[in-house]
């Protein structure tokens, strides 16, 4: 596969000649693309290349440079490394063609980058702010920008030792005095505008109806953000006609918190507990995305048992999030908070293992650079023996036996939010939603990481894109979970569990990585730039929770206003990583 | 596929569905008689609820029962002091890489000096951890070169008032007996290098 990609890869330079060029910065990958021939090229590779599927866009302040580089990673949808484009803009006036009308997953990407860089997509057909609020001054992820409270550019800070005499950040910087807001911009008289720029979004169709010939209002509603339903803080303005969706925008960013611009303060070690918290049910998860990232830039690999062990935590993290997922979907079908504890129960069971391991049941903070942070404690792989082999498949059976085929969920599931296979692909969706759309896309297979390709398992798949296929996959997917814990369990070697010694200030060389694991809810991607200091220049997270958001829209029109909630919670969202 | 979904719209699904939760029902009633008294508020209870054999009912009665916590649990890191002839001696030498590792920067240290010299010497005049910022990540106590930063077992810290919450070194301070009671398995291991080290290093000197 590798090969194939470098052999497309020469020829894409001869196909394309005075358009790309290699990049051809030390440890850097991919090319370089004149940013006004971006789109008809792209179109290219879309058509005829096979590169169908955009896995990430984000943009990197070149400050030094002065370079706003936008970065795409495109992706064949049937397998295969991303191929790396970059545009470089001029860093005053960064301004490039929207990539939406080929690749409509693009939109909220290049929504955020725009938030947080201030690179302008033309074309876009709605480009606002998307994380941040309309009264925030400036983009916050440029490197001239400086956050309230604003100490260093880089941690280690100078004031903790050898002269740490506690002062409270606020008692140096008051509340109300660490915002910045826009010229002319006043917070006290300010009135929150009428949203007209979001509610024009949403279509509007008057019509009359036709039996009766009275002609019907529609009209918008908020669902959220202080809603049980939305799984967090997470708002959709609806246009509604009757019962039924006309139009959807959902609104986000309640929750966040620049994870980027605090990842690029901290050092690369520093960040790993960080990353924790951005999707709080699967923290191991992103502590492997991390973690392959770094290891790719410093260019080392962990042991044998540490993969090993990676592999086991990763797996069980997939189970105690489709446990929740199961419960929380179940809450949001009406069947109130009982599924859910029986759900729980189980991922309780697991989390005392994580617990066990790590020292905490979800900010595990457990994968290192080269290894895992502590080898496995005395009695708990008979532990988890006893889960994988002995209760998980009993329980997991149990929920489907008595779920699956109720009446109610099949009637409230069945044909509800369906997404075809060619909308699921254009729309950039990841993991479970993906493939119970029909496409059996699965990182581990497809771009095989740590030891996935020595396991024997399936790409689950489901082929009718609905709710309920959607919730059928999360139970096929545990199976297959169930099926790769069984192998490293019988496989799991001793020895080391970290390469080299542990180093609490890690080297990393300058260059560029993007490291991406199949997490629970999809691709879960880090991109990290480095320039040989101890703190990233750049670190994106393609968020999965996030990106799968982009077609709530489509799934939702012609829908009934109860079938709204169903839906986002059969896409699983985690707001702490869709607002990062 | 409407015909297909009114072939089975019987309520069987719907009757499974309550039956799982009957059974649940009935199960923490058997469990109920089989421990005999001894299902709630004893450590083998405990135990078996968060166990994989546990049926029925599994909700741990909290603040009434507490799960025990595993060795390496953490919440909130604490010093280590020796207590040598009835004087209190920190394990800490003031190195300051609990303080560069820490992901938040809520480490606060300052270096003593010894008055006659300027020279520092190697103990901690203050230090000083906010709890507010903590995350409890343990990167201090995994990387501290001399065992000297360890991570508590004790969760029950709240209090109403922000101010005590920026612990100094009296309040952070415990002795090596409460690491040892609570961390056996890796006071042992520590103990077991360090006593191996100072071998070598007696060895090397003769």
């Known amino acids: 596969m590798e090969t194939q990609n470098i052999a497309l890869s020469s020829e894409l330079t001869q196909l394309f000649p005075d358009v790309i060029s290699r990049d051809e910065r030390p440890s850097y990958e991919g090319y370089l693309i004149k940013p006004e021939h971006l789109i008809p090229t792209l179109k290219e590779l879309r058509d005829n290349l096979g590169y169908d599927y955009l896995s990430s866009v984000t943009g990197v302040d070149y400050l030094p440079e002065g370079k706003m580089e936008v970065v795409y990673h495109i992706r064949k949808s049937t397998g295969g490394a991303p191929l790396v484009i970059k545009a470089q803009l001029d860093r005053q006036n960064p301004v490039v063609e929207s990539i939406v009308p080929l690749y409509p997953g693009a939109e909220f990407q290049e929504r955020e980058a725009w938030d947080l860089l201030g690179i302008k997509f033309e074309g876009h057909p709605d480009l606002r702010r998307i994380l941040m609020w309309e009264g925030f001054s400036g983009h916050p992820l440029r490197k001239d920008w400086k956050e309230g409270y604003y100490e260093e550019d880089a941690k280690p800070f100078k004031s903790r030792w050898p002269v740490g005499h506690y002062v409270s950040a606020e008692e140096k910087n008051p509340l109300g005095m660490n915002v910045d807001f826009p010229a002319g911009f006043d917070p006290e008289s300010w009135v929150p505008e009428p949203e007209t720029a979001l509610y024009a979004g949403l279509q509007k169709i008057e019509r009359d109806d036709e039996e009766t010939g009275i002609g019907t209002e529609q009209v918008i509603v908020n669902l959220g953000p202080q809603h049980p339903s939305t799984h967090g803080v997470f708002r959709m303005a609806v246009k509604l006609d009757g019962e039924t969706i006309v139009g959807l925008k959902p609104v986000m960013g309640y929750l966040h918190r620049n994870h980027e611009k605090i990842g690029e303060r901290n050092t690369f070690l520093g960040n790993m507990p960080y990353t924790d918290r951005l999707d709080y049910f699967n923290s191991m998860s992103n502590n492997f995305g991390y973690a392959l990232a770094v290891e790719k830039l410093m260019g080392i690999k962990p042991p044998e048992r540490a993969e090993y062990i990676r592999v086991m935590m990763a797996e069980l993290t997939r189970i105690v999030n489709h446990l929740a997922l199961f419960g929380f979907l179940m809450n949001d079908f009406g069947a109130y908070f009982t599924p859910f504890l029986y759900a729980f129960e189980e991922r309780e069971l697991i989390l005392d293992i994580f617990e066990a391991v790590s020292g905490s049941r979800m900010m595990c903070n457990y994968f290192r650079f080269g290894g895992v942070a502590r080898d496995i404690p005395d009695g708990v792989l008979e532990k988890v023996k006893g889960l994988v082999f002995d209760r998980l498949p009993r329980k997991i059976d149990d929920l489907n036996l008595y779920i699956t085929n109720n009446e109610v969920v099949r009637h409230r599931a069945e044909g509800i939010g369906v997404l075809t296979p060619e909308q699921a692909i254009a729309y950039s969706c990841v993991g479970p939603v993906l493939r119970a759309s029909g496409v059996p896309y699965d990182l581990r297979r497809a771009q095989p990481y740590s030891i996935y390709n020595r396991f024997d398992f399936d790409v689950a798949v489901r082929y009718h894109g609905d709710v309920y296929d959607r919730y059928l996959i999360r139970l096929d997917e545990m199976h297959q979970s169930l099926k790769i814990l069984q192998q490293v369990l019988k496989g799991i070697p001793e020895g080391p569990i970290q390469e080299g010694k542990p180093q609490y200030i890690v080297k990393v060389p300058a260059g560029e990585a993007y490291g991406c694991v199949e997490g629970p809810k999809g691709e879960l991607g880090f991109y990290v730039v480095s320039n040989g200091k101890p703190n990233p220049w750049r670190y994106h997270v393609r968020a999965p929770s996030f990106i799968n958001l982009t077609p709530l829209e489509t799934l939702c029109i012609g829908s009934k206003v109860a079938d709204v909630v169903v839906i986002l919670g059969s896409i699983d969202i985690v707001l702490g990583e869709t607002d990062r | ?206």
């Open chain 2, 1 to 206: 596929m409407s015909e297909q979904k009114n072939a089975y719209m019987y309520g069987i699904g719907v009757l499974k569905t309550l039956g799982l939760a009957f059974r649940h029902f009935i199960e923490t009633y058997i469990d109920d008689i089989r421990f005999w008294g001894k299902r709630y508020r004893t450590p083998e209870g405990i135990a078996y609820r968060s166990s994989k054999d546990v049926k029925g009912v599994f909700t741990v009665q909290y603040p009434d029962e507490k799960i025990p916590v595993p060795e390496e649990f953490r919440y909130l890191p604490f010093l280590i002091y020796e207590e040598k002839d009835g004087q209190i001696e920190y394990r800490c030498t003031s190195c300051g890489i609990c303080a560069k590792v820490c992901p938040p920067q809520c480490i606060w240290i300052v270096r003593s000096t010894n008055p006659n010299t300027g020279r520092p010497i190697p103990d901690p005049a203050e230090f000083y951890i906010d709890i507010d910022v903590c995350m409890n990540c343990g990167l201090c106590a995994e990387y501290c070169p001399f065992d000297a930063i360890k991570m508590d077992h004790n969760y029950e810290i709240a209090n109403y008032d922000r101010q005590f919450n920026v612990y100094d070194k009296a309040k952070l301070g415990r002795p090596v007996s409460y690491y040892a009671s609570i961390r056996p398995i890796n006071y042992q291991r520590e103990e077991e290098a360090r006593l191996e080290a100072e071998a070598i290093r007696a060895a090397r000197k003769v």
